[in-house]
C-alpha cells in the first residue's frame, strides 16, 4: 500500500470530493454520447485541479492527449496505491516507481532510436544504452539483472 501521507490524502479526497459525482442511472456501455463525452473529460486544461494530472502524466512520459495513455496512467496510480498482493507480498510502491521508471526510460530510448535511425532497437540495445545515459543509477554488470526487471515491470 502507499505510505501513510498519500494515504492520508487519498482519504481526505474520499471524504470532501473536488467533485460531485452522482450515479447518472446511464448504461455507459450503451450510450451513444458515451465517446463524445469521455472525450471531453480527457482534454486537460490550466485549472489548479489539472497541474497534478499533468505532472503525473509527464512523470511517467505519457501523452495527455493519447486516450489509451489516459488508461496507462490510471493503472499505475492505482498499482501504486492499491497494488495487487503477489504470491511473495505485495510489490511496495518504490519498486513500482523503480519499474515505471525504467518501462519510461526504454520507451524513450527506442523512440529516439527509432527517430534517428529508423529502425526498431533489440532491449540489449536498448538497455545498455540506458547503463550508458544513466550510470549513477546501474551497473553494467546489471545488464542481465535489469533485463529481468523489465520482463517483470512489462508484466505488471
Do not use: C
Request: glycine letters at 4%.
Amino acid at each position: 500500500m502507499a505510505n501513510d501521507r498519500s494515504m492520508e490524502r487519498l482519504e481526505r479526497l474520499r471524504e470532501t470530493p473536488l467533485y460531485k459525482v452522482s450515479p447518472s442511472g446511464i448504461d455507459w456501455n450503451k450510450s451513444p454520447d458515451r465517446p463524445k463525452i469521455a472525450n471531453a473529460h480527457t482534454l486537460l486544461g490550466w485549472t489548479k485541479h489539472d497541474a497534478p494530472i499533468r505532472k503525473a502524466f509527464q512523470f511517467f512520459g505519457l501523452d495527455e492527449s493519447d486516450p489509451r495513455h489516459w488508461r496507462v496512467l490510471i493503472t499505475y496510480l492505482a498499482m501504486g496505491f492499491f497494488p495487487n498482493p503477489k504470491k511473495d507480498g505485495k510489490k511496495n510502491l518504490k519498486t513500482f516507481l523503480a519499474d515505471a521508471e525504467l518501462l519510461k526510460r526504454v520507451n524513450q530510448k527506442r523512440d529516439d532510436i527509432f527517430e534517428r535511425d529508423k529502425r526498431r532497437a533489440t532491449d540489449t540495445e536498448l538497455l545498455k544504452a540506458i547503463i550508458k545515459e544513466h550510470s549513477a543509477d546501474y551497473d553494467i554488470g546489471e545488464l542481465k539483472n535489469l533485463r529481468k526487471k523489465l520482463n517483470a515491470a512489462r508484466k505488471t
